[in-house]
Every structure is written in C-alpha cells, then in structure tokens.
C-alpha cells in the first residue's frame, strides 16, 4: 500500500497563505501523477491542481490557476501545494492523490477515478 501523508493545513485570514505538503512511502515516488483535491461541506470533492510523474506538466482549477501552485521532490517523495491569495470559497478539506496512471510522463489525471491512492486529508479554513 503506499501511503500518503499530509501536513500544513489551518486557519489563515483571506489573502494569507499557507504551504501543503503531502509525503509518499515507497521508492516508486518517481511513477505516480500526484494530486491535490479539496471537499467543502455539503459539494462533491473536486480537482484543485495535479503534476505529472516527470514533472513536466501541471493542470490547474480555473479557481485557483494563477493563485496557487503544485510542485514535486521526487528525490524526498513529496508533493506540495502552494496556496496563495486565499479565499473564504476556497475552505475546505484537502486531499492528496497519487495516480499510477502513466500513459505518459507528461500525463496529469484530473479526474478522481483515477486516483489510487489518497492521503487523509488536511483542513484549510479561511476567514473572512
């Protein structure tokens, strides 16, 4: 099983910033797409951001494309989330994913389905 776990969640004022951080087991780090999702209260999780197993390519949530950022480490296992410009709307429990679908290193999954793997989830509250 690999497992994910999360970190950097709390409680920031709208326009704060905070820092995800999402470290895999395993030595196969280098195969998975990664992931981030988020599920507010009461709405379906939804796709945030996600980066290629390379690297190379990344995809955004139009809600969040130019405010927050995903990068990985391959060489320390782990993936982060930098949330910038918050919001209230952007409230929620965030999840990290990790995708072994891998038609190519450029591919990023967008869809939850092909997520195989999912951290436990990190609060993110944003006040107004």
């Known amino acids: 099983q690999v497992q994910l776990v999360e970190s950097g969640g709390g409680l920031v004022q709208a326009g704060g910033s905070l820092r995800l951080s999402c470290a895999a087991s395993?030595?196969?780090?280098?195969?998975?797409?990664m992931g981030w999702f988020r599920q507010a209260p009461g709405k379906e999780r939804e796709f945030v951001a996600g980066?290629?197993?390379?690297?190379?390519?990344?995809a955004y949530a139009v809600s969040v494309k130019g405010r927050f950022t995903i990068s990985r480490d391959n060489a320390e296992n782990t993936v982060y989330l930098q949330l910038n410009s918050l919001k209230p709307e952007d409230t929620a429990v965030y999840y990290c994913?990790?995708?072994?679908?891998?038609?190519?290193?450029?591919?990023?999954?967008?869809?939850?389905?092909?997520?195989?793997?999912w951290g436990q989830g990190t609060q993110v509250t944003v006040s107004s």
């Open positions: 994913g990790a995708s072994a679908s891998r038609v190519s290193p450029l591919h990023v999954p967008t869809t939850r389905a092909l997520y195989d793997y």
């Open positions: 395993g030595r196969t780090f280098s195969i998975y797409a």
């Open positions: 980066i290629s197993s390379s690297g190379g390519s990344t």
